[in-house]
Structures are given as C-alpha cells and as structure tokens.
C-alpha cells in the first residue's frame, strides 16, 4: 500500500456512503481543532492504484483540486483534446473554404445589372394636380406600377428648373425644380419613397449646355468675371458666322449676340448656349451640381448628349458629305462630317474623372452610384465602346445602344441578329451589354414596327444578356400619336421629325384622359385614340396580355441564372426567325428563344446537336395548346416569341467560341448552390 500526504486542508476526501469522522458536534469544538490540525499535516488516502482517490465519481461543488485531478484521467482527457482539436481543424476548414468561395465566386451583380432600366417622360406619365402636365407627385403615386412589373431602376428624363424651350433640356437652374413638376420637397418625397419600396432613381443630367435664361449665360453675356469665358464667344458679324457648323436641329450653330457683340456657340437651340469645357471653373461648377445630388441620395446618372461637349479650337469649316453640294445649302447635321464638334480629345477624361466621383459615394455597401452615358454615333460603333473606359480606367457603367431602334428599317430575323451580333462582337470584354428599343427621341418601336411585334421585341429586350431599357408605355404597346398641335421645337423647324408623337400621356384606364389626368381643359399633348383598349388597368386583369407577358419575363429573368448571367449563343436566322439560346455551366436547365419577325414560318433545329429531340414551352407570346416542340419542326406564326425550356447536361458554347458570348463567365455547383468562376 502507497499512502500520500495531502497538505490542504481543502482537499479533504468525503467517502461516499461512510460516515465522515472529521465531523464533529458544536460542543465538541476542541476535538474538532485538534482532529483538523492533524488533517492538515498528514491526511492518508489509500486505494488501489498509486495517486488515486477511493471516491467512486466526480461530485458537483468539488475543489478544484480533485477536479484537476480527475481531468488529468485519459479517460476524460482524451475525448477533450479529441473535440479541441477537431473544433481547430472545422473552424480552419471553414475559413478556408470561405477564403476559397470569395476567391472563386464571380462578382455579385449590381442592381442596374438586375433590373430592367425604365424611362419615365415626367411631363407625360402622371398628373397629380390636375393641370394636364404630369409631375414628380404623379411619379410618386405611380411606384406600384413599377413593382407590379419587377422594375428597380427608374430613369426619368429632366425635371429641373426650366424655360421649358426643349422640354427641360434647357436647364436655368440645376439646383431647382421647375413648378410645372413640384418642389424640392416633391422630390426629396419621390426619392424616400422609392428608397423605402428599394427602387433607385436614375436622374438626367444634361452637361453639354444650359438655358440661356441661366445666371452664368447672363453673366457671361455681359463679361462679367468669372463667367465671361463660360461659355464658347467668338467674333463675327451679324450675318456672317465663324464657319459651316450646323447644330442638330438645323442651321448655323452659332449665334449673334447684341449685348456681347460676338458669336456664342449652341449645338441645340439658340436657347441652349454650349458650356466652355476647356475652362476648368466649368467642369468644376458641373461637378459641384453632380454632388448635390449625390448627397441627396440620386442613384445615379444618364450623361446626355456627351459627345457634344467639346469642340475644336480652331474653327475650321467642317467637311461636306457632298462635296459637289452648295454650301450655302447646307444646314441639317447629315451633311456634314463632325471631325472638329463631335467626340473631341479630352472628353473621356472629364467623363473618367465624373466616374471617380460617383465611385467615391458608392463605398457603402449596396448604394452603388450608376452612370449611363447617350451617345448616338451611328455606323461608329467603335466611339460608342470607347465609353466603357479601358482596361484600366472606368468610364460609365455602359453607354445606351440604340441598335435595335433600327430592327424596323429592315424587320426580319437576320437583321434582329446583326444588329445583336453588332453590339456584342465590339463590346469589350467582360463589359455589360444593355438594349434600347424606344425612348422620348425616336418613334414608338410600336408604331414602327408594326403592333404585333411588340411581345416579340419585349421578349427580345428581356431574354437577352444584359440590361434592358424599357420607355414608359412600351409594355403595354403604345403607339405614336398625330399630335393636333406640335409643341416640340424640332418638329417645329421640320414637322416630319417631330417627337411630339412619342411623347403622348401615358394610359392608365379606359376613364376620362385615360386616368392620366383630372384636367377639365386638356392634356398638354393629345391622348392617343386607342386608350380605351390599351391601358394599364385593362391589361393587369388579362393574364394573357403585353403587360402579362412583359411582368412574367421579367421575374422569370430575375429567377433564372441562365438568364441573368449565363452564355448567349446564336443558333439560326433567316428572313423570318432569330434564335438563340441562354445556358449555365453546371445548370441542366438552358432555354431557347424563337422570335418570329417575318411570316408564319417551320424552324428546323435537327443540326443542332446539343439541343435535346423535344422542347417545353415554357412562354408563348401568342396563344398556343402545344406544350412540347420537336427541334425539328418548331412552328411560330408573325410576331410569335416562343421560350423554350430543356434540361440537358451538354453544352453549346465550348464548340461554337465565336457565337457565344457572357460577359463574366460563371458556373453553377448544385451540390453548394452556388456559382464560382469557371
């Protein structure tokens, strides 16, 4: 037997189910000092093994000596380095995989990446008082519109202080809103409103010119410092300009002024003087106004007519298309060649630098700041990329394609996919693509196209890799409008280009004004014929109807991974059909688009190996009681859209490179639900 001596008193061992000796009655307190006096230099505890304690178990309130004791037995010591370290090999494989995850994830895709962009033309989308002009309360009564249709980004065109000479593309005063629309206080309404339901609003902002009722133009016409030089003045006589610059809506781009004696330059109307970019108080007073309304809490920014902003200084006589033409003749945009007005050196950087200072209030998590940039440059594509920025320096977010404007010039299937090819095929890699099919410029795609291609053309806009940009009525198809008088300045000097048409209320109901307005005396442009048959409230309770089909399209394109960010690939087109598919790597679920825009027409897809023999429909822009097509014998009739849905584990792209496109190439894990760069 192995005794040890135990020299704290604490560690006393009570034996289980024996009486303890070292208890003692009160009286007995001599006896109980002596006895614990003796325990406390030499306690024997005996037991079977060496350093062991006879008690059966641990007890609850033990001292910590025995605890420790009883720990330090492999029995319990075992299982908790056991568990230790199995706690430090989870917790490292958990921040491994995190680190790994973030690493190999793609880039979350922004809100103006997510959602269709709407256009709304204030003057003519609601009118809240009654004075046959819409307003900012009008948009504000309206937001339910945009949540019935799954649309987060709201761009509406300019609502600032204004003579209203263009509309509200004269500006007076950037830091105003004009009364024809509400007040500051409207706005700062309009904009919590549609923060509080998560929509984001796009604001127009117009930098190549001002209203020549502006404080700086009125200054700068009398030489007043430091605002003599704000603006483009050169000598010249009354009745001999500088050179053979035409502006855009005709005639000489310059014009006399009395009280300066000199020519000032306007790319627009007369009443639109040009700001003088080469003077940096300019740019800095133009940026001054972007802050205001960033801390107000804008979303962001469509940049109008940018590539006016610059000009040449040496005022040279742009060349003629026609050489052999009478100069004196001369006098649209078209015929002339704008090498010295148009994109000038020196304009990416000023964009570049409007691009920092968005970036620097886009630090807080999900308030991204966007900028969108107009800029028509036809047959030159090439200039319109260049407002992505470079590989290095970022300019806009993307700049508006007006390419699909022009699928009615010649409306087929083959020019539906030049016009795609066009814009993908020059767009630098890894930017985002968006489509344009209407807006407060151009005609109605409905009109031109003709009315039953609109559901094709929407399903077009939003099956399509991108951001698709919708123009207030376009969902529910309508059309242009022989307005009785034209108010819009260019169709003023030439009635066959007028706007006016375009520009007409939008229709809510079948009620008086179409619900549009509670005016007695007129609506500012006239309300289309048709309003009592197309309108909002009419079409909500059709399930079957455009705006029906445009509502679906849109959440299916948020729901479905293949659509948001997966591979666009061409697969036919012909005079009548263009088709094309959307897959995901790892996603057995793609989809194929078949858009009829020519006549009733047999598709045969049987060369397409990677299609399955049998495809479900999942959309038909017309009614239709077959739910599955063979690929060989896929029927659409004039102006059918059809979305076809099929799950298949072989890939298109990795055979056909150069019919595929994706701006960031991602795949889809299942087994995680998650994506990761491929």
């Known amino acids: 037997m192995s005794s040890t001596k135990i020299t704290n008193i604490d560690a006393l061992e009570l034996q289980e189910g024996v009486q303890n000796e070292a208890f003692q009655e009160d009286d007995d307190t001599s006896d109980a000092s002596s006895t614990r006096e003796q325990q406390a230099t030499s306690v024997s505890v005996t ?67 997510l959602s269709p962009v709407y256009q709304v033309y204030p003057r003519s989308f609601k009118d809240s008082n009654a004075d046959g002009v819409g307003d900012l309360k009008g948009i504000k009564d309206k937001l339910s519109h945009f949540e019935f249709l799954n649309i987060k980004a709201i761009w509406i065109s300019p609502f600032y202080k204004s003579p209203m000479r263009d509309f509200g593309y004269d500006v007076e005063d950037f830091r105003e809103i004009d009364p024809i629309f509400g007040t500051m206080e409207d706005f700062d309404d309009l904009l919590a409103s549609m923060h509080d339901k998560g929509l984001k609003l796009i604001m127009d902002y117009i930098p190549n010119h001002t209203s020549d009722k502006h404080i700086w133009f009125q200054l700068s016409r009398n030489g007043t410092e430091p605002y003599k030089d704000y603006y483009i003045w050169v000598n010249c006589t009354p009745d001999k300009p500088p050179n053979n610059w035409v502006s855009v809506f005709g005639n000489s781009t310059w014009e006399y002024d009395e009280m300066r004696q000199q020519c000032y330059f306007h790319q627009f109307l007369k009443e639109q003087p040009d700001l003088n970019y080469r003077n940096p108080r300019v740019i800095e007073e133009m940026t001054d106004i972007i802050h205001f309304w960033l801390k107000k809490g ?94 290095y320096v970022t300019e806009s977010d993307f700049p508006f394609n007006f390419y699909l404007l022009y699928l009615p010039d010649d409306l087929s299937g083959n020019q539906a996919k030049r016009l795609v090819h066009l814009w993908m095929s020059n767009m630098p890699k890894g930017k985002w693509p968006n489509w344009v099919v209407g807006n407060h410029d151009k005609p109605r795609i409905t009109s031109s196209a003709g009315k039953e291609y609109i559901r094709a053309i929407n399903m077009l806009l939003l099956t399509l890799p991108g951001t698709p940009t919708t123009y207030y009525g376009e969902e529910i198809g309508m059309v242009n409008v022989n307005v009785s008088v ?145 690929k060989s014998r896929i029927l659409t009739s004039q102006g059918q859209g059809l979305l076809l849905e099929y799950s298949t584990n072989q890939r298109f792209h990795p055979n056909h490179a150069s019919e595929c496109y994706v701006s960031e190439e991602a795949c889809y894990l299942p087994a995680l639900d998650i994506l990761y760069k491929c």
């Open 298 to 391: 804008v979303d962001g920014f469509r940049m109008d007519a940018v590539k006016h902003m610059l000009e040449a200084t040496h005022l040279r006589n742009e060349p003629q298309v026609d050489p052999d033409q009478d100069p004196s003749t001369v006098d649209t945009e078209f015929e002339l060649y704008h090498d010295y007005t148009y994109t000038q050196q020196g304009l990416h950087e000023i964009l570049t630098q409007w691009r920092i200072e968005l970036d620097a209030y886009s630090r807080e998590p999900g308030h991204y700041r966007f900028m969108v940039t107009e800029c028509y440059d036809y047959e030159e594509i090439g200039k319109t990329m260049r407002y992505y920025g470079t590989s």
């Open 486 to 630: 034209i108010q819009d300045p260019f169709g003023q000097h030439d009635p066959s280009n007028s706007r006016d048409p375009q520009r007409t209320p939008m229709q809510w109901n079948d009620q008086f004004n179409a619900g549009f307005s509670d005016s007695e005396n007129g609506t500012w442009l006239d309300i289309a014929p048709d309003y009592s048959t197309v309108n909002v409230e009419l079409q909500q309770a059709d399930p079957d109807s455009t705006i029906s089909q445009y509502r679906a399209l849109t959440l299916l394109k948020g729901a479905e991974l293949a659509l948001s960010r997966g591979w666009f690939c061409f697969i036919w087109s012909d005079v009548n059909v263009f088709a094309y598919l959307r897959e995901l790597d790892g996603l057995n679920k793609a989809f194929l688009v078949v858009l009829n825009f020519g006549k009733d027409t047999t598709t045969d897809l049987s060369s397409v190996s990677e299609l399955p023999d049998t495809l479900t429909v999942h959309l038909s822009t017309l009614p239709i009681s077959q739910k599955t097509f063979s």
């Open 47 to 113: 037991g079977s093994e060496e350093n062991e304690y006879a008690q059966i178990k641990p007890y609850a309130g033990m001292p910590k000596e025995v605890l420790m004791l009883y720990s330090s037995k492999a029995c319990y010591r075992i299982p908790r380095e056991i568990i230790f370290w199995l706690i430090i090999a989870c917790t490292l494989a958990l921040i491994a995989m995190t680190v790994t995850i973030v690493a190999l994830s793609p880039r979350c895709m922004s809100w103006w990446q």
